[in-house]
Nanobody, 129 residues
Framework: HVQLVESGGGSVQVGGSLRLSCPVS????????MGWFRQAPGKEREGVAG????????YYAPFVKGRFTISLDKADNTLNLQLNSLKSEDTAMYYC???????????????????????WGQGTQVTVS
């Protein structure tokens, strides 16, 4: 039973930074792909970043523009998302997610699809003003 609990959200000024964390209680099956999504009120959930944890290969949505960094701390199985140069448009609920039984090709091509991920956290709010 995979448990995901995001933390690190909060309220920051434009241009500020936050570090989101998502400890994974345990890895079940052939876990290879993890990601971060976000959802603003009235909008659909969108992919922010993904990572192939086997090859440490990161993927980012175009709107990230080098501002965010996704990483997995293998020492404590914690997925992180460093948010820098935050904009008001980044205001949203951020979710971490884990996909099971993916291949390298599937992670590369589908990390941005929410239906690709089987396990989700409850979300952590990021507010930029």
């Amino acid at each position: 039973h995979v448990q995901l609990v995001e933390s690190g959200g909060g309220s920051v000024q434009v241009g500020g930074s936050l570090r989101l964390s998502c400890p994974v209680s345990e890895f079940v099956g052939s876990v290879r792909c993890m990601g971060w999504f976000r959802q603003a009120p009235g909008k659909e959930r969108e992919g922010v970043a993904g990572i192939d944890i086997t090859g440490d290969i990161p993927y980012y949505a175009p709107f990230v523009k080098g501002r965010f960094t996704i990483s997995l701390d293998k020492a404590d199985n914690t997925l992180n998302l460093q948010l820098n140069s935050l904009k008001s448009e980044d205001t949203a609920m951020y979710y971490c997610a884990v996909a099971t039984h993916p291949s390298e090709l599937l992670c590369r091509s589908k990390w941005w699809r929410d239906d690709f991920f089987a396990h989700w956290g409850q979300g952590t709010q990021v507010t930029v003003s």
